[in-house]
């Protein structure tokens, strides 16, 4: 059923269910006119400067200057665009998500064509002189070389040689005569072998031990260097015998009966097939056989026939010569006619080989002047394509008849294969061939079993084809090391070894944006996210950890390894730190107040080394406790916020650690110590054991979650810490009761594991060294504390192989109502599927999906109910709208401002002050939607949860030195005298005669009145005035008399 045409879009036609989802898409279906148009609408007033387009704007030019096409396809390709939602886009940001669409169908495009090859290997035989032939025996499955000294080698399937021997026991013949060709005789299970003493002849393939001779053709007038055979596969009878020899001469032996006999043997030779039975060709032109009859020609006038071979679909015989004058003949029979019409195709300097192509008509000539032409066998005066790129002349060419494909081989041992449709080079093989200029080179390509041979002299060389390698789909060039999902963008980020960083979108799988040599040519071990998700660190084994905004610029550069290069497995960035870990015992920190530079340098973690391995991972729960875990298996417990670990964790035991701080404070309290809490008495009560350390890595801890959505874990006791890694093992924590809870095997005999779980943590998803994944129901797992560790497993749900390698991260996020995992392997690829039974698809793949489409399971009733109470509890901003963006922009490590002076904000975070580094503690609203009402037994769970949570927490971190009872019951509190007779304090009084105000005068009478300065200012500083008057004049008066004396 066809899907019905886009409107108002002119002569384009719906695309069917099974066709490409891509074809559909509106920036596939415009033209180069359309392009021009778009191109016109960008064009600014003034030059030099750009223009751009909003969404709405786009949307409504697109549709008026195109002329068909809705205002939703071009809104849909406004948001493709758009990668980093700046809210406009340009004409350089269109043509560059075109050109990278197209880019991304071009490689995919040769990723289903191009195939990939295994190495070249070279077969050990026992060939002494040149290989002449190389076929494969249907019947037997086996294939047969011929060398020019008459040795036969017989190689089973898998290409090993069974056995050798000559092909004549004539010793004394064989040293005066070379072996020239070899065909096969399929339908009669007999070989021709042609020498140089100008004969033919043909050895039974059915009888055991060395082939006998049957029949022997002498009496050629000329030594036949190469030969073909062909028969009809609907009458077997039905075959041909072509060859041709030194002296130019074509023949061709036309067998009629030739399950019956090749020849008729005359009446004395009798029954016995072992004889030898010898056969002139003047007996088979003068037509003494009556089941076979000869054609032939001599068109080519002396020069050596190169190759020769018989077409069905054309009914004609194909040869060739190196000569310029009749380098390719064809020649076929019309009916009742015994002479060969002939037509003659003239190449200059003539050609080495040719091979003919039947669904294409096609016949490709390997030049000697370099080129591979094609020609059309009924328009032989110009060829119809030429292909050009070898440097040498060409010595063979042969079809790749299911691809419709070319392979040529030069002198100068370059193997290219061609795509004939657009006359181009889709690979370039240079092998390292065997050197020297002077080798006879034997050309075979074997499509059934995907093998090409090509001989040197008496080595023969294999390319082999590797099994489905053409059709793969590869996400990556290389292989991935990291996946990530921005939930802001609704993207999919992806990491290589080859230091490429490329975009894909998550709703359909498209590529959208690709950075290239982000390290230099330095593998790109790990990658994070921002809190605010517009930043994008990565790390690199160059010792470096980049970040970049999603326009591909650099902000700074934080270098981690001082000594060079380093293994960095995991970047955790906080509100006030970022943390870095991999290759040494400590963890390298950065702090946002040095993030004013562009080259940054590491500082010291305050707690120092705690662990006696590499730390492998790291894991954060607010408010303030940090994990780390190493390869020995011991999992730290850090407060953040000093820095300080207080624990250690491990499988086989738990230790208490005390850093420089605590020790001092235990100095300061002296007696008040043995009064501590029941915290630190349970801490002190663990003593570390002796043991020997993992040097193994079979308890290396590869990856830490949290259990961020188990808030209340710290008053139920259960696990709210998981670790994987070594040994392919799952362990569930207790990190308040330093406790294991849960152990259990998820994936047997397959080394190391990782892992990821969700927000609301109900699911667990881990991924081996073997590209297999499987996905684990914890909801209600390890929910409470018990004294025996649980070794069973909580309940699986799915497994299965999406990768064929290793899988190298792993990522679970939710969209569009759906929650999606993604994985990413070193098989080059990227996945992503459904928790339940879903579909994988690859990012890559031809088919763009769409997740909105997809039949994934919804998330449940009760899990969306339990989100909504959550959200009812969340704690209201305790500034306006803009103000919290404002705040969170101020307090965010690595929101910095673009080129462009703009900044990124948030909306939908809220900012408060405190301990937290990420959340706060919720409070319980007064909403009274019914939705959003819990039931009166769940609200007192969830009040008695809080404050036992409360309690917990303060044991931990900062506070865990403090002891918290519970508050004593108050005495009842009597009423106070003014309550019990209030008439006594708040009777009412009689009123009092006030005062009469004296009325102000008029404003006639006031300006009348005369003015009088002493009424105006106060006396002080009037007398102040006067006083300073009499001073000035006695001081004026003495001056004056002291001039009048110096002047008598």
């Known amino acids: 059923m066809e899907a019905q045409p886009r409107l108002g879009s002119p002569g384009r036609t719906g695309v069917t269910a099974n066709e490409d989802h891509s074809a559909g898409l509106l920036e596939n279906q415009l033209s180069v006119e359309d392009f021009a148009k778009i191109q016109m609408a960008f064009e600014a007033p003034e030059p030099r400067k750009k223009n751009c387009m909003s969404r709405e704007e786009f949307m409504q030019k697109m549709t008026e200057v195109v002329g068909w096409g809705t205002q939703e396809d071009y809104g849909e390709l406004f948001d493709k665009v758009d990668v980093a939602q700046d809210g406009f886009i340009n004409w350089d940001k269109l043509?560059?998500?075109?050109?990278?669409?197209?880019?991304?169908?071009?490689?995919?495009?040769?990723?289903?064509?191009?195939?990939?090859?295994?190495?070249?290997e070279f077969l050990p035989g026992k060939h002494k002189d040149t290989i002449q032939k190389v076929i494969f025996l249907k019947s037997s499955s086996h294939y047969l070389t011929i060398s020019k000294e008459g040795l036969v080698g017989i190689w089973k399937e898998n290409l090993k040689l069974q056995e050798t021997f000559p092909i004549t026991s004539d010793t004394t013949k064989l040293k005066h005569l070379w072996v020239t060709s070899l065909v096969s005789l399929e339908n009669v299970n007999k070989i021709a072998v042609a020498f140089t003493s100008k004969e033919i002849c043909f050895y039974d393939l059915q009888s055991k031990g060395e082939f006998p001779c049957q029949y022997k053709l002498q009496g050629l007038k000329g030594t036949p260097i190469c030969m073909d055979y062909w028969y009809d596969p609907l009458d077997a009878n039905q075959s041909i015998l072509s060859f041709g020899d030194t002296t130019g001469k074509v023949q061709a032996i036309v067998f009629m009966a030739a399950l019956i006999s090749l020849f008729e043997r005359p009446a004395s030779s009798g029954a016995d097939e072992?004889?030898?039975?010898?056969?002139?060709?003047?007996?088979?032109?003068?037509?003494?056989?009556?089941?076979?009859?000869?054609?032939?020609?001599?068109l080519h006038h002396g020069d050596w026939v190169r190759q020769v071979t018989y077409s069905a679909s054309l009914d004609a015989i194909i040869s060739s010569t190196t000569s310029n004058t009749n380098s390719v003949v064809l020649a076929w029979r019309e009916k009742a006619k015994k002479h060969l019409k002939i037509a003659s195709i003239h190449i200059a300097q003539g050609i080495h080989a040719f091979d003919y192509h039947s669904g294409l008509n096609l016949i490709a000539t390997a030049g000697i002047n370099n080129k591979v032409c094609l020609w059309n066998p009924y328009v032989v005066s110009k060829p119809v394509g030429v292909l050009w790129g070898h440097s040498a002349s060409v010595i063979a060419v042969q079809f790749f008849k299911e691809r419709k494909q070319l392979f040529s081989f030069s002198r100068d041992k370059v193997l290219r294969l061609w795509d004939i449709q657009h006359q181009l080079s889709i690979q370039r093989i240079a092998c390292s061939f065997p050197k020297g200029q002077d080798f006879r080179c034997?050309?075979?390509?074997?499509?059934?079993?995907?093998?090409?041979?090509?001989?040197?002299?008496?080595?023969?060389?294999?390319?082999?084809?590797?099994?489905?390698?053409?059709?793969?789909?590869?996400?990556?060039?290389?292989?991935?090391?990291?996946?990530?999902?921005?939930?802001?963008?609704?993207?999919?980020?992806?990491?290589?070894?080859?230091?490429?960083?490329?975009?894909?979108?998550?709703?359909?799988?498209?590529?959208?944006?690709?950075?290239?040599?982000?390290?230099?040519?330095?593998?790109?071990?790990?990658?994070?996210?921002?809190?605010?998700e517009t930043r994008l660190l990565t790390g690199s084994t160059d010792g470096t950890v980049k970040v970049w905004d999603f326009n591909g610029y650099c902000h700074h550069t934080l270098s981690v390894g001082q000594d060079g290069a380093v293994d960095i497995s995991q970047i955790l960035v906080l509100k006030k730190t970022i943390l870095i870990t991999g290759?040494?015992?400590?963890?390298?920190?950065?702090?946002?107040?040095?993030?004013?530079?562009?080259?940054?340098?590491?500082?010291?973690?305050?707690?120092?080394?705690?662990?006696?391995?590499?730390?492998?991972?790291?894991?954060?729960l607010p408010p303030q406790t940090l994990a780390t875990g190493s390869y020995d298996g011991e999992i730290v417990l850090w407060n953040n916020s000093t820095e300080n670990a207080h624990h250690v964790l491990h499988p086989d035991y738990q230790r208490?650690?005390?850093?420089?701080?605590?020790?001092?404070?235990?100095?300061?309290?002296?007696?008040?110590?043995?009064?501590?809490?029941?915290?630190?008495?349970?801490?002190?009560?663990?003593?570390?054991?002796?043991?020997?350390?993992?040097?193994?890595?079979?308890?290396?801890?590869?990856?830490?979650?949290?259990?961020?959505?188990?808030?209340?874990?710290?008053?139920?006791?259960?696990?709210?810490?998981?670790?994987?890694?070594?040994?392919?093992?799952?362990?569930?924590?207790?990190?308040?009761?330093?406790?294991?809870?849960?152990?259990?095997l998820a994936h047997s005999g397959a080394g190391s594991i990782i892992m990821s779980t969700d927000k609301s943590n109900r699911y667990l998803t881990t991924g081996d060294l073997d590209g297999w994944l499987k996905i684990w129901n914890i909801e209600e797992y390890c929910l409470n504390s018990s004294e025996n560790k649980i070794t069973q497993?909580?309940?699986?749900?799915?497994?299965?192989?999406?990768?064929?390698?290793?899988?190298?991260?792993?990522?679970?996020?939710?969209?569009?109502?759906?929650?999606?995992?993604?994985?990413?392997?070193?098989?080059?690829?990227i996945c992503v599927t459904g928790v339940c039974d879903a579909p994988i698809w690859t990012f890559g793949q031809g088919n763009h999906w769409h997740i909105n489409c997809l039949s994934l399971p919804k998330k449940e009733a009760n899990l969306i109910e339990s989100e909504i109470q959550e959200e009812s509890m969340s704690v209201k901003p305790l500034f306006s709208e803009e103000e919290s963006c404002l705040e969170q922009t101020e307090h965010s490590l690595l929101n910095k401002k673009n080129k462009d002076g703009s900044t990124c904000k948030r909306r939908d975070q809220i900012v408060t002050d405190g301990n937290d580094e990420r959340d706060v503690f919720p409070v319980p609203s007064t909403s009274s939607s019914p939705?959003?009402?819990?039931?009166?037994?769940?609200?007192?769970?969830?009040?008695?949860?809080?404050?036992?949570?409360?309690?917990?927490?303060?044991?931990?971190?900062?506070?865990?030195?403090?002891?918290?009872?519970?508050?004593?019951?108050?005495?009842?509190?009597?009423?106070?005298?003014?309550?019990?007779?209030?008439?006594?304090?708040?009777?009412?009084?009689?009123?009092?005669?006030?005062?009469?105000?004296?009325?102000?005068?008029?404003?006639?009478?006031?300006?009348?009145?005369?003015?009088?300065?002493?009424?105006?200012?106060?006396?002080?500083?009037?007398?102040?005035?006067?006083?300073?008057?009499?001073?000035?004049?006695?001081?004026?008066?003495?001056?004056?008399?002291?001039?009048?004396?110096k002047q008598s």
Not at 104 to 114: C, H
Not at 800 to 821: K, N, V, Y
């Open 274 to 298: 072992e004889v030898t039975m010898t056969i002139t060709w003047a007996e088979l032109l003068s037509g003494c056989h009556k089941c076979c009859h000869v054609l032939g020609h001599k």
């Open 656 to 744: 208490l650690l005390k850093s420089k701080s605590d020790t001092e404070h235990d100095s300061l309290l002296g007696a008040e110590r043995s009064r501590s809490t029941c915290c630190m008495a349970d801490q002190a009560a663990l003593a570390a054991p002796t043991l020997g350390i993992d040097t193994n890595g079979n308890h290396a801890v590869m990856k830490l979650c949290f259990l961020e959505a188990r808030k209340y874990s710290a008053a139920t006791g259960g696990a709210n810490l998981v670790s994987c890694g070594g040994s392919g093992y799952v362990r569930f924590w207790d990190t308040f009761k330093r406790q294991l809870l849960s152990e259990f």
């Open 442 to 532: 034997l050309f075979h390509f074997d499509e059934a079993h995907a093998r090409l041979f090509i001989s040197f002299n008496n080595q023969l060389a294999l390319l082999a084809m590797s099994s489905n390698a053409s059709r793969r789909v590869r996400s990556h060039e290389k292989p991935v090391t990291c996946v990530l999902y921005n939930s802001r963008l609704k993207q999919v980020i992806s990491s290589d070894v080859g230091s490429t960083v490329s975009f894909w979108m998550i709703d359909t799988g498209q590529k959208i944006k690709q950075f290239t040599g982000c390290h230099g040519n330095a593998e790109i071990s790990t990658m994070a996210l921002d809190a605010n």
């Open 931 to 1045: 939705r959003c009402q819990m039931s009166v037994k769940k609200k007192q769970q969830v009040v008695g949860l809080c404050a036992s949570a409360l309690k917990a927490c303060y044991c931990e971190g900062t506070f865990r030195l403090l002891s918290i009872r519970g508050l004593k019951e108050l005495p009842q509190v009597k009423k106070p005298a003014l309550l019990l007779h209030p008439e006594k304090f708040f009777s009412e009084e009689p009123e009092e005669e006030h005062p009469q105000i004296p009325a102000l005068p008029l404003l006639s009478e006031s300006l009348k009145a005369v003015f009088d300065e002493k009424n105006l200012f106060p006396k002080e500083i009037l007398d102040r005035e006067r006083k300073v008057k009499e001073l000035y004049q006695e001081t004026s008066g003495e001056v004056g008399i002291k001039r009048n004396k």
């Open 583 to 620: 290759w040494e015992r400590a963890i390298t920190v950065f702090r946002p107040q040095n993030f004013n530079r562009f080259l940054l340098q590491s500082e010291e973690w305050k707690g120092g080394a705690q662990h006696q391995e590499d730390v492998l991972c790291a894991a954060f």
């Open 95 to 120: 043509t560059s998500f075109i050109l990278l669409s197209l880019y991304e169908k071009d490689e995919r495009t040769k990723a289903a064509v191009v195939p990939r090859w295994k190495g070249l």
């Open 793 to 829: 497993a909580p309940t699986l749900i799915r497994s299965f192989q999406p990768h064929e390698d290793r899988i190298s991260s792993l990522e679970m996020c939710e969209r569009a109502g759906h929650l999606l995992i993604l994985s990413s392997s070193a098989d080059c690829n």
